[in-house]
């Protein structure tokens, strides 16, 4: 019998099927800069870490493959030495986060309503199944129509339906030309604006509203951000900032800022108490502001709302954004663990039998991070 290749993950799939036979529980961790997000995972670590380095590289093709392991500042690094970049600006809350836990946690930075989120990157996979079965699905072309694009389906799966051990991403090239705006706005007037602008062709990268309490004045501020050809970004900074009374910032200043606000470092995301959560509200971008009495910062033209609350407000937080057709997500909880409050609303019928389906195909054993999105 021939040997296999290197970039077999034999003892990888020995592990998978050792603990399919014995339905032994399976946590797959890469960086563990997510631990918090999501259910608590009880089981063995599988540990991703050493499945690590990018397979190639393909800058003409715009494409990148990698396995799960990887750093994801290495992977960032070798595609900065190429003008290339992400677009959707995978976050990171700490270092050591991976690839594979940057697509399984499917989350996405200040770029999202502009450019797509993580899904929409993913070109490829290959991932073990619950079976011990090493699987493919995609390729490495942007135009990949064989079949059901599974490879996609593991984008914010957070490991629930295999180990991810290889994934093939599109990448883009660099904006050649960047800005950002800063105007004095409430949160009404800033989204009525941003929805004013979401109709005009204005090369709008990303926003931020947020209520600076870190000044005296706690001025209200929206933030944002341009990218595109040099001049369409002069362009739209003038008339821009005519239109609203704006001003621009240091790109010196403004790139620091917009990589806290993708980490979650700005000062709004220190938590205020130790018995308050931060939760996450993905609405519609035309949703009003929502009538609850804490402090919020709006992202991505107003379809992600952050707030900080205690676990006790889970059913007024929850019934506020499901009114305008929205979900909630504690997103970290207090000190206390928010005992017996779900981290993410419960899925309607068709989307959790599907999501059931699905996970009883993939691992039928039910081994990979079992009760990590409730």
């Not at 509200?281 to 992600?304: D, F, K, N």
Request: hydrophobic share 45%; with cysteine.
């Amino acid at each position: 019998m021939s040997s296999l290749p290197p970039e077999h993950p034999a003892e990888l799939i020995e592990r998978v099927r050792i603990a399919a036979a014995a339905r032994t529980p399976l946590h797959i961790v890469g960086g563990r800069t997510k631990d918090f997000y999501g259910e608590a995972v009880s089981g063995e670590a599988l540990s991703m870490q050493a499945w690590s380095g990018i397979v190639s590289h393909e800058p003409t093709e715009l494409v990148v493959t990698a396995r799960a392991g990887t750093p994801l500042a290495e992977l960032e690094a070798v595609l900065a030495e190429r003008g290339q970049c992400l677009p959707f600006e995978p976050p990171r809350f700490a270092s050591g986060g991976t690839v594979g836990g940057m697509v399984a946690g499917g989350l996405s930075g200040p770029a999202r309503a502009s450019v797509g989120s993580v899904r929409d990157f993913v070109l490829g996979a290959r991932f073990i199944n619950g079976r011990g079965e090493l699987l493919t699905f995609g390729g490495q072309v942007m135009k990949n129509v064989a079949g059901y694009d599974v490879s996609r389906v593991f984008a914010g799966s957070m490991g629930t339906l295999g180990v991810l051990t290889e994934v093939s991403l599109k990448v883009l090239p660099v904006a050649p030309a960047e800005a950002t705006l800063v105007f004095t706005l409430g949160q009404h007037e800033a989204l009525e604006q941003l929805h004013r602008w979401g109709g005009q062709p204005l090369p709008i990268n990303a926003s931020c509203w947020v209520k600076d309490d870190t000044q005296a004045s706690a001025p209200e501020l929206l933030f944002v951000r341009l990218r595109g050809a040099v001049a369409a970004v002069e362009a739209a900074c003038e008339r821009m900032a005519r239109e609203a009374g704006g001003s621009r910032m240091d790109n010196a200043q403004a790139g620091p800022d917009w990589t806290d606000c993708r980490d979650q470092r700005l000062p709004f995301f220190q938590a205020p108490s130790a018995d308050v959560g931060l939760w996450r509200l993905s609405v519609p971008q035309t949703a009003p502001v929502l009538a609850l009495p804490w402090p919020q910062l709006v992202e991505w033209q107003g379809a992600q709302r952050w707030l900080w609350a205690p676990a006790s407000a889970a059913a007024e937080i929850r019934a506020a954004t499901a009114a305008v057709q929205g979900h909630a997500t504690l997103f970290r909880a207090g000190a206390d663990g928010a005992p017996g409050v779900p981290r993410f609303d419960r899925p309607s019928t068709a989307i959790d039998t599907i999501t059931q389906r699905l996970r009883a195909e993939f691992d039928p054993a039910g081994i990979f991070n079992p009760g990590r999105m409730g």
